[in-house]
């Protein structure tokens, strides 16, 4: 099997019993050496040595006095938010353990850049020995925010980040800013769309983000996004269920759904309720799914038998942000004993 996102620490983690990830110092050590807690020349002896003692033990105690002592309000803060977010995944004991009581709490207390890491660490964990490159790149779509493209009949995903890389640097890094702000000549943004010829080129840039998935119905892009959701219901919440994606939904006895982003579940709200949805808020659903429960047991009585409808749409900027979360908090599940 190859390895693939190596940047998630997966690797420096540990599967508990139930295949949940435990946090480890050397983990922790990876989210201290993130750039916004990393020394740099300005950075005053009360930072360097909490920055030296943490990275010589991850899971220290720090007191009060030694945030205090950083002079530089950003870099305190900094280190306060890391303090928390450490303090969660160990209380928690893993890393699926303190996503979900993160958002079953109601006030999400750390940054989205700790969530999103959690989560890249976690996806990286469901999808381990997957050999299906589509089923990877859609997995980025769970911690990584994607820009939309709908031209041409085609719904195209691409990285976020990456795209404003390239827009920035041409993709030629911190020589291409240099060549932009003299305004030398770059070429054209080339990002390639994943392909069957393509594919196992995934593995050699994984890290890249490079790909662009194509989510037009019935392309290898939204299966292996429905795949992925299946993998994510049943890795959280040990329920077996099958996504399916659809163009529309025609249903009288409509019973529940469930957004996975902001702008779907406003869509979808308004739709249940029989409100108009103006055409500009049509435009941007991407696609509708329709998930069953393989096990009528796991679903409540008044919803059994019927689909649950999920919605994925991008907002007015063609920018998606999936909010997995919605799926381990909104499905109509049995109550358990």
Same mark, same amino acid.
């Given at each position: 099997?190859?390895? &693939? ?41 009360? *930072?360097?040595?909490? +920055? ?32 928390? &977010?450490?303090?969660? @995944? ?22 989205? @850049? &700790?969530?999103?890491?959690? %989560? ?15 089923? @990877? ?28 890389? &390239?827009?920035? %640097? ?13 305004? %030398? ?10 392909? +069957? ?25 939204? *299966? ?35 957004? @996975? ?30 998930? %069953? ?45």
């Amino acid at each position: 099997m190859q390895d &693939f996102w190596q940047s998630s620490g997966f690797n420096l983690l540990e599967r508990d019993t139930n295949g949940w990830l435990k946090p480890t110092p050397g983990y922790v050590r990876l989210l201290l050496g993130r750039e916004e807690l990393a020394v740099v020349p300005e950075s005053c002896a009360a *930072e360097r040595t909490l +920055h030296a003692s943490l990275h010589a033990d991850p899971l220290r105690t720090v007191a009060d006095g030694e945030l205090a002592a950083i002079r530089d309000n950003d870099a305190r803060d900094n280190y306060a938010h890391f303090l928390r &977010f450490r303090a969660r @995944l160990l209380k928690a004991g893993t890393l699926e353990g303190c996503y979900l009581a993160l958002f079953r709490g109601g006030a999400v207390d750390v940054p989205p @850049l &700790f969530v999103d890491l959690m %989560t890249f660490a976690i996806a990286r964990n469901l999808l381990d020995g997957v050999e299906d490159v589509y089923e @990877l790149r859609a997995g980025e779509m769970l911690f990584r925010r994607q820009r939309v493209s709908t031209e041409n009949g085609q719904v195209l995903s691409a990285d976020g980040d990456t795209i404003e890389l &390239f827009a920035e %640097t041409g993709g030629f890094g911190n020589i291409g800013r240099l060549l932009a702000q003299a305004n %030398t000549p770059m070429p054209a943004i080339q990002i390639d769309v994943l392909n +069957h010829e393509n594919a196992q080129l995934y593995w050699l840039s994984d890290e890249r983000f490079r790909y662009v998935l194509d989510l037009t119905q019935g392309r290898n892009g939204l *299966e292996a996004l429905a795949r992925v959701l299946e993998k994510w219901v049943a890795h959280f919440l040990c329920v077996p269920v099958s996504v399916t994606p659809r163009q529309q939904v025609a249903d009288d006895a409509w019973r529940w759904h469930v957004g @996975l982003d902001v702008e779907s579940t406003a869509v979808l709200n308004d739709l249940y309720e029989g409100r108009e949805v103006g055409e500009e808020k049509l435009a941007r659903m991407i696609s509708l799914f329709s998930l %069953t429960f393989r096990n009528e047991t796991d679903v409540r009585a008044d919803v059994r038998g019927k689909p649950v409808y999920l919605g994925l749409a991008m907002n007015s900027d063609n920018v998606l942000k999936l909010k997995a979360q919605n799926l381990l908090l909104n499905l109509p599940l049995a109550a358990r004993m």
